[in-house]
């Protein structure tokens, strides 16, 4: 633990802090003050953010002065990083709609997280990502069998395939408490993962969420990111993302993306309003990206009014997603006619109609999300024949 440090420090230094430590630098991460308080008109650092122990204030008089203290090497190693994170949002946050938390809660929280965290590390699971249903379903049980009271870190709602309102109205009293409900759903069990705010999306108060329709409600409580992301070596990337996309979209393949190629083909019309359909890449080569239909079609009209395009692929399992925008040229007939003739049989398409297309690339964005939403945005642009890179 740190000495305090004394420095003429004005408080709104402190004020200026950011909400959030992701994207920060870890120096300037660690150095972020944590706890401050004026002694003889100079402000005293009690605490920062890369401490191995942080001390709090706003406890109640009669507070031990060693429950005053966050003592996060209690957390195992591998999940110490986003605990830290989770706590610095949640002291500079707070909940939605409500002040900042006092040390007490903030303490409540990390003492009624670590059995759980401990929980995962038996399970030598070393990412909040990792965290399945049954992991939570494990830990629900324990805690039900432990005590009535309200589990403050995983909760068993319902294992109703089809769970009624009444769910949904028992996971907004939870509004009440200090932390922000994150659903997980599948397999016919729903299970509410309690993290304390705040999230990037505001927290709905009771009111809004009385106001929402079921469909509404159904949606905010799906999950998003549930993926795993693979290692990624910002220092190795290629110098062509044509080399990156083969790497990617076979790793999408090698962990089961059913259908890796296929893809969102965004157009727009004459007047710019846009359009976007679901199609297959049919290959990439140095002339371009290649998808193939019908000049009858929409996508066909608006190609030859307004020959820009982007595609977008989304490969849930490993959290990646790679964007491309360029210019569109139509290939020669002959290609045309070949991509046709390698179609599945059985279709009513005449191959005069059939167009293979190119997508000349100008950028391309490689997307890696993060559980932690610290995502990763490598971004490729073409100058020339060369290509920048920035990530
Ligand atoms: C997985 C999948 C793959 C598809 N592949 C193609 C394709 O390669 N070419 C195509 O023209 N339409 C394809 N379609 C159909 C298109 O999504 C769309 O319905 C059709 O192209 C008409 O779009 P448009 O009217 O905007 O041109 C595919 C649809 C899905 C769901």
């Known amino acids: 633990m740190r000495k305090n440090t004394m420095l003429a420090l004005p408080h709104s230094d402190l004020d200026a802090q950011p909400g959030d430590v992701r994207g920060l630098p870890k120096s300037e991460r660690d150095a972020l003050i944590i706890n401050a308080t004026q002694v003889d008109g100079q402000w005293v650092i ?3 953010y890369g401490d191995d122990a942080w001390q709090l204030d706003g406890f109640s008089s009669n507070t031990q002065a060693n429950k005053k203290w966050l003592d996060f090497s209690t957390i195992p190693q591998a999940l110490r990083g986003v605990i830290k994170a989770i706590l610095y949002r949640y002291l500079r946050r707070g909940r939605y709609g409500a002040s900042r938390p006092k040390g007490g809660g903030v303490r ?3 003492s009624d997280t670590r059995p759980f965290l401990r929980h995962l590390q038996t399970l030598e699971i070393d990412h909040l990502g990792a965290v399945t249903p049954l992991v939570c379903s494990i830990r629900s049980r324990e805690r039900i069998r432990d005590s009535n009271r309200t589990f403050p870190v995983l909760m068993c709602v319902s294992t109703a395939s089809n769970p009624a309102s ?3 109205r028992r996971m907004s009293s939870f509004g009440k408490t200090r932390f922000a409900p ?3 759903a599948r397999r016919n069990a729903r299970y509410v993962v309690i993290r304390p705010v705040c999230p990037d999306r505001p927290t709905p108060t009771r009111e809004q969420d009385e106001d929402m329709n079921e469909l509404t409600r159904w949606l905010r409580d799906q999950p998003s990111l549930t993926g795993t992301a693979p290692p990624l070596d910002l220092s190795g990337l290629p110098a062509d993302p044509h080399e990156l996309f083969d790497t990617w979209i ?3 393949a090698d962990v089961g993306v ?8 965004a157009t727009a019309d004459a007047d710019g309003r846009p359009d976007a359909r679901t199609l297959i890449l049919k290959g990439v080569d140095a002339d371009g990206w290649q998808f193939a239909g019908l000049r009858s079609s929409a996508k066909g009209a608006q190609l030859a009014e307004n020959p820009a395009a982007a595609l977008n692929f989304w490969w849930q399992p490993v959290m990646r997603a ?8 139509e290939a020669t007939p002959e290609e045309s006619a070949a991509d046709f003739g390698a179609r599945p049989a059985s279709s009513d398409a005449a191959p005069s109609d059939w167009v293979l297309w190119r997508l000349v690339p100008e950028r391309i964005e490689f997307w890696q999300g993060s559980p932690e939403r610290r995502h990763t945005r490598v971004v490729y642009t073409r100058a020339g024949d060369d290509w920048t890179r920035r990530a």
């Open 250 to 252: 076979r790793a999408a």
């Open 322 to 329: 790679v964007r491309v925008r360029g210019t569109v040229r």
């Open 182 to 184: 994150r659903l997980i």
């Open 258 to 265: 059913p259908e890796p190629r296929a893809t969102t083909l």
């Open 108 to 110: 409540q929280f990390f």
């Open 166 to 168: 009444s769910t949904t």
């Open 46 to 48: 009690i605490s920062r």
